[in-house]
C-alpha cells in the first residue's frame, strides 16, 4: 500500500469517499492526493491526522502559484472549492466576510448589484480564490490606488497547529485586533495554517473608467512620461510594457505606457485634460469597452513561456533596472514592481539569469522571486530571494510557533521553510 493510499484512506473515513479525489492538470505538481472538506470543522480533523502521521499538507485554490513553484506534491492538498460561501456581507458598511474558496469573480458578482467590489485584481478573477490571493499576495495592476489584499484585509480565520480555528480581526473597519496576525498570514503561502475565511473592505465600483496609452521609442521614454504623469494626476494604475507584452495584448510591439483613470464624470474629464496635456499629442484614449477589454487583457496578460519572474525595488529604482536587464517587462511604475520576462533559454540558462537579476534587484536594495521556470530545475531554483539574517531568524522562529511539526507547505518558502 502506497503513502498516499494509507493518506486517502484514512482521510475518507473522516470526510467521505466522495470527497477525496485524485490530482488533475497543475494539481498533480502541488499535491499527491486532494481532499474537498466542507466545514473548518473537517479542515481541522485532517490536520490533526496528518500532525500525527508526519503528512505534509497544502491549500489548494486553483494551484497556479503551487504548481509552479513546488519542488515536489505534497502528500495531501486542501481543495476549499466547496467552501465559497458569502458569510455575511453589510452593503451599508462596505465589508464582507467569505470562506477562503471563493473567487474574486464570483465575490464581486455578489457585490456588484450594490455597485461595490473587491478591489483586488490578480491575473484571471475567475479563478484566483480569496484564500490564495491573500496567502501568494497576488495583486495586479490596481495596487496602485487600491493596495494589495493586505490593504483591504480587516479579518482572518485559519486552521492551524493542532487543527485549532484561529480568528483574528473583526468585521467592521475600525476594528483593529488581530492586526498583525494578518500581516503575518498575507503573503506565508501557507506555511503557517490553511486560510478558511477572510474580511474584506469594500470599494465603490467607479462610474466611469478609461485608459490612456501612449507608444514609445524607448523605455527610458516611457518611464519617463510615466513619472511625470504619476506626478500630475491620481491614476488607478500606472503601467509600461515592453514590445513582446505590449503585442499580447494587443497593441503594437513598442514600448507602451498604460494609464488607468477612474471616477465620476467630471473627475474623468479632469483627468483625461490633466493626462493629455502630460503626455502630448501622441497620448490614446480608451473608453467603455473598449477600456474593459484592454485593462482586462492587461490584468490577464499571460505568463511566456521560458523563465518567469517578479522583482520589487524602490520606484525610482526600477526603470534603471529594466532598462539595463536586457528581458522583457510589465512594469507597475508607480509602484516599483515588474514581472520579467526571460523567453527561448535553456533550463541552465534559466538558473543563471535567475541569480543574475537576483543579484542586480539586491543591488539597488530590492528583491526578485521567481514565478516559474521550467520543470526540469524545479529542485534546483531559488524561487524565493533570501532576506537578512535577522529577519530569516524570525521567520524560522515564527514558522516553529505556528507549525511545530512542519506539515504546512514545507520547503516552498523562503531559505525552505
Do not use: W
Not at 497543475?26 to 508526519?54: D, F, K, S, Y
Not at 465589508?95 to 457585490?111: D, K, Y
Amino acid at each position: 500500500m502506497t503513502i498516499s493510499t494509507e493518506i486517502a484512506h484514512r482521510v475518507e473515513s473522516l470526510i467521505g469517499r466522495d470527497r477525496v479525489r485524485a490530482p488533475s492538470g497543475r494539481e498533480t505538481r502541488a499535491a499527491q492526493l486532494i481532499a474537498e472538506p466542507e466545514t473548518q470543522e473537517e479542515i481541522g480533523e485532517i490536520v490533526r491526522m496528518c500532525e500525527a502521521n508526519r503528512s505534509s499538507i497544502v491549500a489548494i485554490g486553483s494551484a497556479r502559484t503551487l504548481g509552479a513553484i513546488r519542488r515536489a506534491p505534497a502528500d495531501l492538498g486542501i481543495s476549499l472549492a466547496r467552501m465559497t460561501r458569502v458569510i455575511a456581507y453589510e452593503p451599508a458598511d462596505m465589508t464582507v466576510a467569505v470562506q477562503a474558496g471563493i473567487t474574486i469573480g464570483e465575490l464581486n458578482a455578489v457585490t456588484s448589484p450594490s455597485g461595490q467590489r473587491v478591489a483586488l485584481d490578480p491575473l484571471n478573477p475567475g479563478l484566483a480564490t480569496i484564500g490564495a490571493t491573500i496567502a501568494a499576495h497576488h495583486a495586479g495592476p490596481l495596487r496602485l490606488s487600491e493596495g494589495t489584499a493586505r490593504d483591504l484585509l480587516i479579518g482572518i480565520g485559519f486552521v492551524g497547529h493542532d487543527g485549532r480555528a484561529v480568528r483574528g480581526g473583526g468585521r467592521v473597519v475600525k476594528n483593529v485586533a488581530g492586526y498583525d496576525l494578518m500581516k503575518v498570514m498575507g503573503g506565508s503561502f501557507g506555511t503557517l495554517g490553511i486560510i478558511t475565511e477572510a474580511v474584506l473592505k469594500l470599494r465603490p465600483v467607479p462610474a466611469v473608467y478609461a485608459i490612456a496609452t501612449k507608444e514609445c521609442t524607448s523605455a527610458s521614454d516611457a518611464f519617463a512620461d510615466a513619472a511625470a504623469l504619476n506626478d500630475a494626476a491620481p491614476l488607478a494604475h500606472l503601467e509600461v510594457t515592453s514590445p513582446a507584452p505590449s503585442e499580447a495584448i494587443g497593441l503594437a510591439p513598442k514600448f507602451t505606457l498604460l494609464a488607468g483613470i477612474s471616477g465620476t464624470a467630471t473627475e474623468i474629464e479632469y483627468l483625461r485634460e490633466t493626462v493629455a496635456k502630460t503626455l502630448g499629442a501622441a497620448c490614446q484614449f480608451h473608453a467603455r469597452d473598449s477600456a474593459d477589454q484592454l485593462y482586462a487583457r492587461l490584468r490577464d496578460l499571460e505568463s511566456f513561456e521560458g523563465l518567469v519572474a517578479q522583482v520589487a525595488t524602490p520606484p525610482s529604482a526600477l526603470a534603471a533596472f529594466l532598462i539595463e536587464g536586457g528581458v522583457e517587462f510589465r512594469a507597475h511604475a508607480g509602484c516599483g514592481v515588474a514581472q520579467l520576462y526571460s523567453r527561448e533559454l535553456s533550463p541552465e540558462r534559466q538558473l543563471e539569469t535567475a541569480k543574475i537579476m537576483r543579484l542586480r534587484a539586491r543591488a539597488c536594495d530590492g528583491y526578485l522571486r521567481v514565478l516559474r521556470a521550467d520543470p526540469e530545475i524545479a529542485g534546483e531554483m531559488d524561487f524565493f530571494d533570501t532576506p537578512s539574517s535577522g529577519a530569516l531568524t524570525l521567520m524560522r522562529r515564527m514558522k516553529g510557533a505556528f507549525d511545530p511539526n512542519g506539515i504546512f507547505n514545507p520547503g516552498c518558502f523562503v531559505d525552505g521553510i
